[in-house]
């Protein structure tokens, strides 16, 4: 079989025997790691409160929480999981709505059972879970927009969601109020009150001491190089997830130390495997991109950003990639690893053409590196799709720019949809450079803009949309950024 490169570290080497704790049961799967989190739950466990709705971590409805040791607690997620591998839970907590059940309704069950947010129940048990995520990774720091967030990724055709959002306020109303320290209380305690309120079963407070027995991953399949190599896995399933657990997969997220993010010598370490959720809201991150969380809502949902990592948006190599076109912006290099050897190559000219990249078969990604922008550096993304979140692009754009004293000092900027790969506007910015911040400066880069990009009419756009949308957004990156020197009024009333 040919070997397919989705988003690659290397061979590692992990058993079938996959060895974790499903809701209050210590277990092994003994099936293929590639096999779905949603159907060995489903066709194996017979736990079919997991819902299948899309398949495409569109709805929702599949949400369950998987927790992981962090320290001494644990750090609970929802994800969907319809893209998740069953490899990838060896030495985790998996709760589906049926690990929640106890002797009464829980306060989310009840809320939604009070504000009228059940009719068909189909979606239920994924709301069910995201909210319950909700209760444990808020703390008591609970609130409005925080419910929507949560929500994000469940869709509900019967309810219209008020329903939804009004049992979110009755949560706020029981748990949203500061208890225990000053600071207020430690996950852990928080985690302890949940199961004194009966919001979570009494269980969850064992589960540190029990993960921390389960032995690492035994060696196993002795293949030297798997058909597929698995990261978040948000692309590869929607593209082939009946085919993978047929194929030799080795799941990469069962590599910690490829996650994370530092600064070294005025350069930030991106580790391949860190997932947009822990990018947007790394202190470091929102040092040099405030509106990072801001940018982060339009590329997914809560359950999908907490899979889809940064390393594989980039070897997925889509035209249209959303942290692509931001790290692209950032002027990012690629690590790329083959054995001993090393090279770093510029994101610049790792895309070759359409899913081609300077990427030899024998080479993997460890990580991105991009440097700390000067002071003064603003950085904007803008995103043109059909729906406001969770959609693909139709046309997407980042910028990184600096000016003095009103004239441009330095710009990067990108574009996606407009080419067959992730785009660098090398003329546009050569246009730019030196030039002072006004409607004439960007009216000629829009021009060299227009003959620099080659977009192609698809099910997102016709060509000509796809270049006025390139026209668009570079206005809106200018008159976000530089309010004080153009306005949007400056391009659409007559001079």
Known sequence: MRTTYIFTYGYCPMSSRTHFILN????????????????YLRQEERLVGTKEGCKEGDCGACVVLVGELQGGRVEYKPVTSCLMPVGELHGKHLVTVEGLNMAALTPVQQAIVDEGGSQCGFCTPGIVVSLTGYLIHAGSNLDSEGIKYA??????????????LRAGERLIQQFGKETGSANG??????????V???ALPAYFKLIPARLKKIPQPESANGKDTPDYFVAGGTDIYVQQGEALPETNVQVLNLRPELRGISVEKRQVHVGALTTFEAFAYHPEILKIIPEMLEYNLYNASWQIRNRATIGGNIVNASPIGDMTALLLALEGELVL?????????PMKAFFKGYKTLDKRPDEILTEVIFPVPPKGTRIHFEKVSKRKTLDIASVNSAIKIRAENGVIADVALTMGGVAPVPFF??????????????????LAAISVAQGEVAPISDIRGSADYKRLLVRQLTIAHFTRLFPDDVTVRDFYESH
């Open 24 to 39: 209050d049961r210590e277990t092994t799967a003994n099936v293929a790691p590639g096999t779905l989190v949603l159907d």
């Open 151 to 164: 929500l994000g990724g469940n869709l509900c055709r019967c309810t219209g969601y008020a329903s939804l």
């Open 185 to 194: 209380p430690t996950q852990r305690e928080h985690v302890g009150g949940l």
């Open 196 to 198: 004194a309120a009966g």
């Open 337 to 345: 690893q083959a054995g001993n050897k090393r090279r770093t190559v």
């Open 425 to 442: 506007m090398h003329e546009t910015c050569a246009c730019l450079v030196g030039q002072p911040i006004s409607r004439e400066t960007i």
